[in-house]
């Protein structure tokens, strides 16, 4: 059974901190991403990443970066925090090859800056 | 830009009857399409997909109905439950070599006892 695990399910910030979220995932899956939730826009993705040390730019990547030093680990960094990211964040994983292209989520990490 | 669009925020539907899930998308370079289906305080868990060269996929309860003409598809769920109330989002891909996905902004389907 795949298994996607994330740090973190609430955690509350203040503005101007520095902020890891941690994903785990147990598949040996190349591909790694971040999104984040918000009502009435969906999930949008902040960045992506192929390999291991690989990394690509989503459709919202101001005001964060982030790491993969190893295959199963993808961390999301939020440089300073501000409010406008108080949200759910959502870690996912899939492989590149094979006949399913399917992304096996985390159960998300509730962020609050305040 | 939205490139996939679901139109309806929510849908409420009697027990045993039909649910029907819409999704729009405007990039016909899509060819690989997904629906997930989200708890509240849960990760979204993938439902059934569709690749471009099929016009419909059955899975159980569930199917899915790609009109490549209309840039539509649609999820069936028949008959409905009320453990299908959930958020249900649509995803698209036009394969770049890491499948990379655009969501939908999802609908809330709600199955009444």
């Known amino acids: 059974d795949v298994k996607v695990t994330q740090s973190s399910r609430y955690l509350v910030k203040r503005t101007g901190e520095k902020v890891f979220l941690e994903c785990v995932q147990d598949?040996?899956?190349?591909?790694m991403f971040w999104y984040r939730q918000d009502p009435g826009l969906g999930l949008r993705l902040i960045y992506f990443?192929?390999?291991?040390?690989?990394?690509e730019k989503g459709d919202i990547p101001e005001g964060y970066s982030v790491s993969r030093e190893k295959k199963e680990r993808f961390s999301l960094i939020l440089e300073s925090a501000s409010t406008n990211q108080t949200s759910m964040y959502l870690c996912?994983?899939?492989?590149?090859?094979?006949?399913?292209?399917?992304?096996?989520f985390g159960p998300g990490t509730r962020l609050t800056v305040t | 830009d939205q490139q996939v669009k679901q139109n309806s925020p929510s849908l409420s539907v009697q027990e045993g009857r039909i649910s029907i899930l819409n999704c729009d998308y405007t990039?016909?370079?899509?060819?690989?399409f997904l629906w997930y289906k989200k708890y509240p305080a849960e990760g979204p868990t993938f439902l059934i997909s569709?690749?471009?060269?099929?016009d419909k996929n059955e899975d159980g309860r569930f199917t899915v109905f790609l009109n490549k003409s209309a840039k539509h598809l649609s999820l069936h769920i028949v008959p409905s439950q009320p453990g299908d109330s959930a958020v249900y989002f649509c995803a698209a891909s036009a394969f770049s070599g890491t499948y990379k996905y655009i969501f939908g902004t999802g609908t809330r389907l709600k199955v009444l006892a």
């Open positions: 990039n016909s370079m899509f060819d690989y």
């Open positions: 598949m040996d899956h190349e591909n």
């Open positions: 990443s192929y390999d291991v040390k690989m990394k």
């Open positions: 996912a994983s899939s492989f590149t090859s094979g006949n399913t292209q399917e992304q096996y």
């Open positions: 569709i690749s471009s060269i099929k």
